[in-house]
Each structure stands twice: as C-alpha cells, then as structure tokens.
C-alpha cells in the first residue's frame, strides 16, 4: 500500500501543477487583453510580445528594471500624458496586477 501512496502523492502534485499552468497562461491571456484592447497600452507603448509598436510613452522592451510593483505604481497613478488607470477607475485593481505581471513576464521578449 505504500507504493500506491506514493503514486497518489506524485498525482496530487502533477494535478496541482497542472492548475498552477492553466491559471498562468489564463493570466498572461488576460494581460494580453487588457494591454492590447481594454487599456490600450499599446497605442502608446511598443512592446513585441504583444504585436505593439506605440511610440508616445517608452518602448517597453528596452526599459530596464521593470518589477510587478514599478509598473503596477505607474499604471495606477499614471505621469504625465501616462493615463492614471487606477485613480481614474479605468482599471480595477485586480486588472492592474494582472496586466502587470503580464508586462513584466512579456517586456523584452
Ligand atoms: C497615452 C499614452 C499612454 C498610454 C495609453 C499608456 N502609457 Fe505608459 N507611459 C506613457 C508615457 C508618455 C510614459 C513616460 C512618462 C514619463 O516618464 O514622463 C509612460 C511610462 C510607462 C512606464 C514606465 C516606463 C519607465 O521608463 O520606467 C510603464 C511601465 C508604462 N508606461 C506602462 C503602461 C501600461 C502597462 C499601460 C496600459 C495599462 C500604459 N503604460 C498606457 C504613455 C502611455
């Protein structure tokens, strides 16, 4: 019966990994949505990931040092012609964390 412990453990762990890719991908799909259409993003913004080639604000991809926390500041409260995307009730927060980490994961690829 030990083996089939074992066996049972090993499932668990590869369903839950399973679960943990989906909900990525669906987040980086959702990211993808959001940068490209709900929050138009990449009119102003290139970013290759993403088919995006604005050029207003900074091209994405050669911005160093970007963090999920850099970027979800400077959506939220925008600069200059950046539009602030959480104190205008553009975005929600939660789809400034997702679109985020979708810029983060994407910039420079
Ligand atoms: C109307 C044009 C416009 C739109 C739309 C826009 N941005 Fe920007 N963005 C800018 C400009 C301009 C800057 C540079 C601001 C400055 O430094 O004065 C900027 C800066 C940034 C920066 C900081 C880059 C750096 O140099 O550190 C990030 C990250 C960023 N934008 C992400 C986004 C994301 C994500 C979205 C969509 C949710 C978005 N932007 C929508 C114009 C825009």
């Known amino acids: 019966m ?17 679960q943990n890719t989906i909900a990525d991908e669906a987040k980086m799909l959702k990211g993808l949505e959001i940068f490209n259409e709900t929050a138009a993003c990449a009119g102003c913004h290139t970013m290759k990931a993403a088919g995006a080639e604005g050029n207003v604000g900074p091209n994405l ?20 012609v950046m539009p602030a995307y ?19 994961n994407s910039a420079g690829k």
Do not use: Q
């Not at 040092?65 to 970027?71: K, P, R, Y």
């Not at 104190?87 to 979708?102: A, C, D, G, M, R």
């Open 2 to 18: 030990k083996i089939l412990r074992f066996l049972l453990i090993i499932l668990f762990y590869f369903i839950i990994s399973i």
């Open 86 to 104: 959480g104190e205008e009730e553009i975005l929600t927060p939660e789809e400034i964390e997702i679109v985020s980490t979708y810029v983060v």
């Open 61 to 80: 991809d050669t911005v160093a040092g970007l963090t999920v926390e850099s970027v979800i500041d400077m959506v939220t409260h925008g600069l200059g």
